[in-house]
């Protein structure tokens, strides 16, 4: 420790810092704009100068290593006259437009002007110009003018998401930001540019020239996207969602979020929002009351299952739902006699332990990793702040390694990579566990080969000290699930390293600990959405879009006598429900969601329903009493909570990701021997809210899907770029524009899942055809 003197008062900070780290300490402000504690150290503002003694001349305290014995003064004559000096230079090109510029109310020059600016310039000359850029759906780079050059977007690009899309071009007065030859900015985290940028160069696109700060209330709430669970600010005016801002939580999302969290709440006011309760009558839909719509379901599901039974009703649930409406949804099933309940509609292996699968270790851990094992993840877009901290730890030496079937680029350095075909995942993981057995002078249970790329891996693992073996949404989804499971458990045992699944939505783990899945006897989505029951409850899902596989998920639900869709948007449940309940989405609505830490995260509604929209968790407690059901008088979404979860406090005893190893046998699926599908679900297609949201909708990575070919494929079918080709699966066939990939093995084509282009085809894993377009 390195003991200075800053203001009178003695301070203590680790050799190697910054006089800015130990005024942070001390608590002492120093006026800045281009220091930002997650960022590299540019000195590009110069606005923190402060005196030193001893120095010939003020020093900026964010690039002046501290000494011992150092004395720093921030308030001295000679500190503050340096420091308006840089304010007179930076205020000498930026244009007077605080009235119309969306930072005003909440801009770090606009603040600092007060207490560093002059009343009056001394410039007389021109100001300069920058043009301005068009760097995609998101972000405003309209006035350019008012930039600093502080580099913090710069600086976020490179070293946080990963890729620099923004550059400073040219010298002097001529210096200014652009992306590279026209490009757009196209991270999935961009958005945190908006947050970063001090002044009004940079501002969000879709909330531009709409609302004003002191106009919004700020409310806390919780993403209802991937399972970091980021948590937010959601800005509100009359009722309406205008703006959403990270929460800064060191422990989940640090100080950012993903765009998803960001820009979806424009789906909240979209045109497609269900507000009116509405029941199908002769072919035609009208609206209706709530006691009508509910009592119409509730004599439908007594009628149901007095004639075909309780099992001829299931209820499928999404992991977007919160505790307390997975909870209802589930008792109510079970309430009706029917054990018919499952959120898992995207799996197709469905063996599952006593406790809720979890990441196996803390979000923040990810930072601080030395090893990690990824198996079967789309990273960087499943979970793009999970990508975010491995990233930071692969900058610090941490060896990650991938086994996936592709080379998905995901912006950091990779020790390895191993590519297979789906059906030779299992095999792969178990060429790794007979590597670790080798060098521990053991045999695995697994069989296997230590292949030279399973021995790079298991050597890895057996070395440093805090380690990961991590299951992506693939791996869950896949159909040897929990064979990968117990192979990547007993590799982590051998190895010393946690394991966990990534999981896959805002509240996998919560809907596992509600038990949203099917006790003994009842089917599980797999089984409800091939096997046509009588009748379905939907909460939050669009079978058309969130099943495995999609095209039997709508054959089935057109087979049914009765679909009750509870949803708050019009969807392509019009063609075959019966009834549509208006439900609140997550800004509407009181809930709670456990991420994939196992940390509970309880949040209020932010705004007032719209219309007759009411929160699910009150649609199902009074569905329950219009049936006559026991326990469904609760009165608040906390008593729902309690009654779900019980004990927070132990929620951490009811995690678990152990797998029964007797059972794994290390071969291929049936699914093996000609092509073989991978698909992804595009992070803008993920679920409801993304799905409707203007501005992700017009970003790159909603382009509609096309079908990447390995280069053997490519070549063999004779496709130049540009070419089309016919993809058939389960009795459909689409037409997709063709890419090749070089990375995919000569058995597989990726076709993305989730979207309408290609809900008519089969499974997610499984065979697939593909024949050039005629």
Not at 122 to 129: D, F, L, Q, S, W
Not at 267 to 273: G, Q, T, V
Not at 672 to 679: F, K, V
Request: glycine letters at 8%.
């Amino acid at each position: 420790m390195v003991e200075i003197e800053l203001d009178g008062k003695k301070v203590e900070v680790p050799e190697g810092s910054m006089v800015m780290h130990a005024a942070e300490k001390a608590g002492t402000y120093v006026p800045h704009f281009c220091y930002h504690k997650k960022l590299s150290i540019a000195a590009n503002c110069r606005m923190c100068l402060v005196e030193v003694e001893k120095a010939p001349k003020p020093l900026p305290a964010c690039a002046t290593p501290v000494t011992q014995g150092m004395i720093v003064r921030t308030k001295s004559d000679k500190a503050v006259k340096a420091q308006q000096g840089v304010m007179e230079f930076l205020l000498i090109n930026h244009p007077l437009d605080c009235p119309i510029c969306d930072q005003g109310g909440e801009c770090q020059l606009q603040d600092l002007a007060v207490g560093y600016g002059a009343s009056n310039s001394r410039y007389a000359e021109e100001k300069r110009v920058v043009f301005h850029k068009d760097v995609g759906p998101l972000l405003s780079l309209e006035e350019m003018t008012r930039c600093i050059h502080c580099t913090r977007c710069v600086r976020f690009g490179q070293e946080i998401a990963g890729q620099m899309e923004l550059g400073m071009v040219n010298r002097g007065e001529h210096s200014e930001i652009m992306s590279f030859v026209g490009d757009t900015v196209d991270s999935e985290l961009s958005g945190n540019m908006i947050d970063l940028c001090p002044v009004g160069a940079i501002t969000s696109k879709p909330y531009r020239y709409s609302a004003r700060p002191w106009e919004l209330s700020r409310r806390k709430s919780v993403s209802p996207h991937d399972s970091t669970g980021s948590n937010l600010i959601v800005q509100v005016r009359a009722g309406r969602v205008m703006r959403v801002l990270p929460l800064e939580n060191e422990a989940v999302n640090e100080c950012w979020i993903a765009d998803r969290d960001r820009f979806s709440y424009e789906a909240l006011n979209a045109n497609e929002r269900l507000t009116q309760p509405m029941l199908k009558q002769g072919g035609q839909w009208r609206e209706v009351d709530w006691t009508t719509a509910l009592e119409y379901v509730a004599n439908g599901l007594k009628q149901i299952r007095e004639q075909h039974g309780a099992h001829s009703i299931g209820a499928l649930g999404t992991a977007h739902s919160t505790v307390e409406e997975l909870h209802l949804l589930a008792k109510l099933v079970r309430g009706l006699g029917s054990e018919n309940i499952d959120f898992r509609t995207r799996h197709a292996d469905f063996a599952a332990g006593q406790g809720a699968r979890w990441l196996g270790t803390s979000i923040a851990s990810l930072s601080t990793l030395q090893r990690a094992l990824v198996v079967g993840s789309f990273l960087r877009k499943d979970h793009p702040l999970f990508a975010q901290r491995l990233r930071q730890a692969a900058k610090r030496g941490c060896q990650v390694h991938s086994l996936h079937a592709l080379a998905d680029d995901w912006l950091m350095p990779m020790a390895s990579t191993t590519i297979a075909e789906p059906s030779a995942w299992l095999r792969a993981l178990a060429n790794v566990a007979a590597a670790v057995a080798a060098e521990r002078g053991a045999a695995s249970p697994f069989g296997g080969e230590a292949t030279e790329p399973a021995v790079v891996v298991a050597r890895s693992l057996l070395s440093g000290e805090h380690k990961a073996v991590l299951l992506g949404n693939a791996a869950a989804q896949h159909p040897q699930a929990d064979a990968l499971l117990a192979v990547a458990n007993w590799i982590a045992e051998q190895t010393g390293a946690t394991v966990g699944y990534l999981s896959e939505a805002a509240n996998t783990v919560g809907a596992q600990l509600v038990k949203a899945m099917p006790g003994q006897g009842g089917l599980n989505a797999g089984q409800m959405l091939t096997e046509s029951l009588k009748a379905y409850l939907l909460l939050n899902v669009e079978p058309e879009l969130d099943a495995a596989n999609a095209a039997q998920a709508l054959k089935v639900m057109h087979g049914a006598e009765m679909v009750v869709a509870m949803t708050a948007f019009k969807t392509a449940a019009l063609d075959y429900a019966d009834v549509l309940l208006p439900i609140a989405p997550f800004a509407e609505t009181s809930g709670t969601f456990v991420n994939a830490e196992g940390r509970v995260q309880s949040f209020f509604g932010v705004a007032k329903p719209q219309g007759e929209t009411r929160p699910a968790w009150k649609v199902l407690r009074v569905l329950g009493n219009v049936l006559g059901l026991q326990g469904f008088a609760q009165e608040t979404s906390e008593e729902v909570r309690a009654e779900a979860l019980g004990d927070v406090e132990q929620l951490r005893s009811r995690l678990d990701n152990r797998a029964v190893a007797s059972q794994v046998k290390a071969s291929a699926p049936a699914a093996a021997g000609g092509l073989e599908r991978i698909a992804h679900v595009p992070i803008y297609s993920s679920d409801a809210l993304v799905r409707r949201a203007p501005s992700l909708q017009m970003t790159a990575d909603a382009r509609p899907p096309v079908a990447w070919l390995p280069a053997a494929l490519w070549s063999q079918l004779g496709l130049a770029p540009g070419a089309r080709v016919r993809v058939s699966q389960g009795g459909a066939a689409v037409e997709l524009l063709a890419v090749p990939d070089a990375s995919l093995p000569a058995q597989c084509v990726r076709v993305a899942a989730g979207h309408p282009a290609t809900a008519a085809l089969g499974a997610m894993f499984g065979p697939i055809r593909v024949e050039r377009a005629q």
